[in-house]
């Protein structure tokens, strides 16, 4: 499970407090789901001891499931096309709203992966200009605030380089749900995966 950005400790977090959001609102339904199973927490910028982790501890026949919210979604792109240059894949790959900067064009090795996003406006099509997009739209996004549905969250998402939907996905299911909503999104991936009879997370 890995969070996005003020999620757990990254640059953002020395100017505003950790939200801990992924690990308030995503890990206890994972774990309620599957007690049995290992779940572990980390922030997006931990992906290279995430990645070196998986590198040292991965068996033969072990399954790995990734699922970030955010920046943390990003990070999981480049972790499960990371993990396929070296020959290994992620069973269940699982994109909560995935922000990142640059565009993320690389195959991805899961055996199933589900991108929840929020559903995309024109001022979220003109954010995926890298970084002169990003800045405008979220120039306009904060405008909108007062005369539409949008949270500062969703703002903040805008900026960073919402990915919305991703022809690469196994499963693409657009959402009416704020940017912040992880837990919700995270059920929705969820209830997306039985509805398809997907692998199970």
Partial sequence: M?????????????????????????MPIRKAKNPGVSALYYGHEDYPVILASIQADLKLGDIVN?????WGGGAAIRLAQALKVQGKSVNVLITLDPVSLLPLTSNVAAKTWVNVYQR???????????????AVA????????PFSNTD???????????LGY??????????????????????????????NGKADH
Avoid: W
């Avoid at 990734?66 to 955010?70: A, D, L, P």
């Avoid at 979220?138 to 605030?145: C, D, F, K, P, R």
């Avoid at 500062?152 to 919402?162: N, S």
């Fill in 166 to 195: 991703q022809n690469k996905a196994s499963i693409n299911q657009a959402c009416d749900l704020h940017h912040g909503q992880a837990g919700l999104m995270y059920r929705l991936a969820l209830e997306t995966l039985k509805q």
């Fill in 138 to 145: 979220g120039v306009a996004s904060a405008l909108s605030i």
């Fill in 120 to 134: 995309q406006s024109f001022i979220d099509a003109v954010a995926t200009v890298p970084v002169v997009g990003n």
């Fill in 2 to 26: 890995i969070g996005g950005g003020a999620d757990k400790s990254d640059a953002l977090t020395t100017v505003v407090a950790p939200t801990r959001l992924v690990e308030r609102e995503v």
């Fill in 152 to 162: 500062f969250d969703d703002t903040v998402a805008t900026v960073g380089g919402q």
């Fill in 66 to 70: 990734i699922t970030g919210h955010s």
